[in-house]
């Protein structure tokens, strides 16, 4: 659906996108994540036109992007900001309608629109498309940025950040929706976020970078079972300890001097490979005995069936 190229992006000496070459496929949620600086916003913005390439080719459709009239590709790519800003003097319904009458859409065709759109996102039509943008919440106006984006039916939906000026509560829900969404429409999604829980959460794949390069590409589950390099084992570091802690899977078992040592904090990837040889592991740090896991112990968590690994 969209092929980079060695695309790079040059301002004076820095290189803000070094050398990127990777595919989206059509229908796919893809995330592209890395701390701040790393290139998220202009590998984003060079796939529609608003940052030109200082070298390398993208392509939509098989198409170089440079081929396509410029507003032409606009319509069908959709893009959500991180502040979303909707025009203050328009109703919820006019703000959303704003590419479909570009398109020339018919009126009853919008308005169906509108409110499907609307409804889809928890934001009962018959009560908010004639507010003011003033007249809803934070969380609903951002609601209202992501239905805006899809208005028209573009095929891909680029989000820089969209969900995260959000409290946490309303920043859930806009992910729940948002994968529901995508269930139903079946869109391709760019997704941007510094946040690797939302990466995990909602990328079929993720693209980690780091200063304008590419640093892994793949399923959520790739990087924890297999990370490239260091950057990407401390990236997701924080993630692998949501995902597995070993001291989740602690019991009350005194100091056995046969078995092996762990910290709280090893990755129950370690600790199972541990389990293979060894029948209990000591969970010990700096002097203090906390607990013991054993074979058992773990076997009994996880057939309690409510963890999350
Ligand atoms: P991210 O979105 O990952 O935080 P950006 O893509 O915004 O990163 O920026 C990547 C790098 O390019 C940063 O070092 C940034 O300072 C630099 N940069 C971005 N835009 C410009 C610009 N217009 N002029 C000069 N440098 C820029
Ligand atoms: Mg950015």
Known sequence: MIKFD?????YGEKHAVDHVSMEIKEGEFFVLIGPS????????????RLIPLSSGYIYFKDQPISSYKL??????????????????????????????????????????????LLNMVGLPAEQYR???????SGGQQQRVGVVRALAADPPVILMDEPFSALDPISREKLQ?????????????????????TEAFKLGDRICL???????????????LRQPNNDFVRSFIGDMSGKVSFAEDYMVNSPFDNRCPVIQPDTKMETVFKLLQLHEQ?????????????TRSSVFERLSEGGNHL
Not at 177 to 195: A, G
């Open 130 to 136: 004639n507010r003011m943008p003033a007249e809803l």
């Open 209 to 223: 970078m780091n200063e304008g390069r590419i640093e892994q590409i793949g399923a959520p589950d790739d990087f």
């Open 176 to 196: 729940d929706d948002l994968l529901k969404l995508q269930s139903e429409i079946n869109k391709t999604i760019i997704f941007v976020t510094h946040d690797i």
């Open 37 to 48: 600086g790393c290139g998220k916003t202009t590998t984003l913005k060079m796939i529609n």
């Open 281 to 293: 592991l000591n969970v010990t740090s700096s002097g203090k005995h906390y607990g013991a896991i």
């Open 71 to 116: 507003d032409e590709m606009r319509w069908d790519i959709g893009y959500v900001l991180q502040q979303i800003a909707l025009f203050p003097h328009m109703t919820i319904r006019d703000n959303i309608a704003q590419v479909p009458l570009m398109k020339k859409w018919a009126n009853e065709d919008i308005d169906s629109q509108v409110d499907k």
């Open 6 to 10: 060695d695309v790079s992006k040059i």
